[in-house]
């Protein structure tokens, strides 16, 4: 942990604090709204934008600056793996399943899903060039979004974890991660289940394994840019093509998709191999 009343220690946990009570507090008056999509994108979006505004109200409190942000694109090794991370694990995963059997495809007419619209039920046999078109369309409607959230994560709360000499900051950051998403799973706003603590479980196994990931980019790289591309083509590939060509049952529930094993072990596996060779980036 960092030392006791640093100036590290205060914008960690003032941040992390504001975080936590202003997004929660936005869910909470979603409520009446219809719940977290209630209100199309803008909930979300508000949402995903909370830890980037928190991170810069502590940069004016704490006069920080934003010169650590790192908005300049450099690292182009760094910027393929934040490409081909999330898209290996998604085709490995999915591979599996419908290779095994464990899930199918949509029959029929193929659509992708984007705020929850009714064509992800009829998703499927996607033609591999339109899953291409699709995530080159999409990545960069998605990128202000993520942007929000990699602001806050790893543009700010990662650095000060690591400058201030906290024990496994990249583990305690994706522990925080995952505390911030629990209201909206907890509420199944999230994702529809049969067994909550299941699901639970194994996003948060999720969450930890690919922000190891990701977190391995940003220090790599030292930029923004980098962990904004690999949390927007994650979000693309598993939540608007992957996730809607698949028949939902209960292995896909469990085994893929954000709250599946596989893609959690997937992610563990890759984050595994990028931290045990520190040269390949």
């Known amino acids: 942990m960092p030392v006791k009343g640093s100036p590290a220690s205060k914008s960690i946990i003032a941040c992390i604090t504001l975080t936590y009570v202003l997004s929660w507090a936005w869910l909470a008056i979603l409520i009446p709204h219809g719940g977290y999509k209630g209100l199309g994108w803008v909930g ?6 909370m830890p980037g505004l928190c991170s810069i109200a502590c940069r004016l409190l704490f006069r920080e600056g934003f010169r650590d942000i790192g908005w300049r694109w ?3 090794k760094a910027t393929m793996a934040a490409i081909w991370a999330p898209l290996v694990v998604g085709i490995s995963v999915y591979a599996l399943l419908w290779g095994t059997g464990l899930a199918s495809m949509h029959q029929g007419t193929w659509g992708v899903s984007f705020g929850g619209s009714t064509s992800a039920q009829q998703a499927g046999n996607m033609p591999f060039h339109l899953v291409l078109i699709v995530l080159l369309i999409m990545t960069p409607i998605v990128s202000p979004f993520s942007l929000g959230e990699e602001l806050g ?3 700010y709360l990662l650095d000060r974890m690591v400058k201030s000499g906290m024990r496994r900051p990249v583990f305690i950051l994706g522990v925080v991660w995952a505390v911030w998403h629990l209201p909206v799973l907890l509420s199944g706003q999230y994702l529809k289940t049969s067994n909550m603590a299941l699901t639970v479980l194994f996003f ?3 969450i930890l394994a690919s922000n190891s990931v990701i977190c391995r980019l940003r220090l ?3 930029g923004i840019w980098i962990p904004v591309l690999m949390h927007s083509i994650h979000n693309v590939f598993f939540q608007n093509i992957l996730q809607p060509m698949t028949v939902e ?3 896909h529930t469990f085994l893929g998709g954000e709250c ?3 893609t959690a072990l997937a992610y563990g596996i890759l984050a595994w191999m990028m931290w045990r060779d520190r040269k390949t980036l």
């Open 44 to 49: 979300p979006f508000v949402f995903m934008w």
């Open 74 to 76: 450099r690292n182009w």
């Open 153 to 155: 994560w790893r543009g």
């Open 204 to 206: 948060i196994l999720m």
């Open 220 to 222: 790599q790289s030292g």
């Open 249 to 251: 049952n209960r292995w």
């Open 260 to 262: 599946g094993i596989l």
